[in-house]
């Protein structure tokens, strides 16, 4: 058998952390290879749509902090491929501000807004309507604007992201899916259904397919898939959104949970997204997508602009879905860590997956590259780390 070819650490998954590991690694001197099993131009996993939410506020202070990493790192990047993924349009947040939700609650980030000094204004009942184009809510409904928040353009940060790697030299297999992981005293042997790689650190950012790549060594991250609901609905008037997520009580029968955006800035058109956050049916894998929305989030959201946003036409234009992969402990937003003390050789496995990430992308991509060749990052997210009681040594 010919030796498997050597790189000195492996990507598993080619999204956007992974090809934001793989850039940070290169810039670093290292040869790189990613494996990914579908193509670069995304849609397959949790990557899908044209824009993110992008904002500076969090309930937590450690993620509020890194969200200001994050933006210089996007700047640089930006700087480097001129390409720009982050526009400032306004993050708008409003509703009953005591409501927790995975997205956070309202007064919990005003306490880290002030605590980190970062500007916001508070939004009253009346300019909701008056100034952002929200109407008829509750009488309690509030809220805040923090003007530096906005949207993140997905496409450009894809082409950004993998420009900065090739241009490094990265090797970029696609069509390539990691079968197995298998770390050792001298390094990591990667067996996908192509062939077989040598590397010295392997750093799996497979997304929703994450638990899959790592209970082969016995490492399990415990993620529920949802399949999200994206709606774009037709503006009638010249009206404008910032970006905005409404907090509400939970009905009966779903999380009453709503989010949106403004005009796209980087395309000339007049449609803008309007989606429910209802994380409910989880499905058992990715394959298990349907592709489709459900009818109860179709109608819901009609609902919801037919009763709020008199300025879009109240039949969406379009729908989409795309599989969110949410840590199942709603007490921890995401997983990045190495394997180092679970399982033998851990050190030389690190893995990032999960939760509302894009924001995040290209200090994930370091991240990973510190703790793979120093043991620690510069971010402090041990709370994010792998667990003992994440090995189950069985397979799912
Ligand atoms: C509807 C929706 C709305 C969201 N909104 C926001 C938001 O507003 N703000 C925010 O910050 N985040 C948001 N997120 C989360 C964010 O989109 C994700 O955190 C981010 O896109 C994940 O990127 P990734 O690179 O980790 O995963 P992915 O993009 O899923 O990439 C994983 C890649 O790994 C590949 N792969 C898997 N298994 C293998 C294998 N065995 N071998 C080779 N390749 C493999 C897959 O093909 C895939 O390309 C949202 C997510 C969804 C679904």
Redesign the pocket.
Same mark, same amino acid.
């Given at each position: 058998m010919l030796d498997a070819e050597f790189f000195d650490l492996t990507v598993?998954?080619?999204?956007?952390?992974?090809?934001?590991a793989a850039g940070a690694a290169a810039a670093r001197g290292l040869s790189v290879l990613v494996?990914?099993?579908?193509?670069?131009h995304?849609g397959?996993?949790?990557?899908?749509?044209a824009?993110?939410?992008?904002?500076l506020q969090y309930a937590e202070t450690d993620l509020s902090a890194l969200t200001l990493h994050a933006r210089t790192a996007w700047r640089d990047l930006a700087a480097r491929t001129r390409r720009r993924v982050v526009h400032e349009t306004g993050s708008l947040w409003f509703g009953d501000t005591t409501q927790s939700s995975s997205e956070g609650q309202i007064e919990a980030a005003v306490a880290v807004l002030d605590e980190l000094e970062i500007a916001y204004q508070r939004v009253d009942n009346d300019e909701l309507r008056t100034r952002y184009g929200f109407h008829d809510l509750p009488a309690d409904y509030h809220g805040i604007h923090q003007p530096q928040g906005g949207v993140?353009d997905?496409a450009a940060a894809r082409w950004a992201l993998l420009d900065s790697a090739a241009g490094l030299g990265c090797a970029l297999h696609s069509g390539?899916?990691?079968?197995d992981i298998a770390p050792d005293g001298n390094g990591v042997t990667v067996h996908?259904d192509r062939g077989r790689y040598r590397c010295g650190h392997v750093v799996v #950012?497979?997304? *929703?397919?994450?638990p899959?790549?790592l209970d082969r060594i016995g490492v399990s991250v415990d993620l529920t898939l949802?399949e999200?609901?994206?709606a774009h609905f037709r503006l009638r008037t010249d009206r404008d959104y910032p970006?905005w997520f409404a907090f509400q009580n939970a009905t009966d029968t779903d999380s009453n949970l709503f989010?949106g955006f403004g005009r796209t800035p980087w395309a000339d058109d007049d449609l803008v997204q309007v989606?429910p956050?209802f994380e409910a049916d989880p499905i058992a894998d990715?394959a298990a997508a349907r592709r489709a929305p459900r009818e109860h989030d179709l109608r819901r959201v009609t609902e919801w602009v037919r009763d709020h946003m008199p300025d879009l036409e109240p039949q969406p234009l379009h729908a989409g #879905?795309?599989? *969110?992969?949410l840590p199942t402990d709603h007490g921890r937003q995401?997983y990045l860590g190495s394997a180092a003390g679970l399982v033998p050789d851990g050190e030389r496995v690190v893995v990032?997956?999960?939760?509302?990430?894009?924001?995040?992308?290209p200090v994930?991509g370091e991240a990973c590259v510190q703790l793979a060749l120093d043991g620690r990052t510069r971010y402090g997210l041990e709370r994010s780390g792998l667990t003992a009681t994440s090995v189950t040594g069985a397979t799912a």
């Open positions: 598993v998954g080619g999204g956007p952390v992974g090809l934001a494996v990914e099993r579908f193509d670069f995304g397959h996993g949790s990557s899908g749509g824009e993110r939410q992008w904002r993140l997905v390539e899916t990691v079968l996908t #950012t497979a997304g *929703a397919w994450t899959a790549v949802y999200l609901t994206q970006t989010y989606s956050l990715p #879905t795309c599989v *969110a992969a995401f990032c997956a999960g939760g509302w990430g894009f924001k995040f992308v994930f």
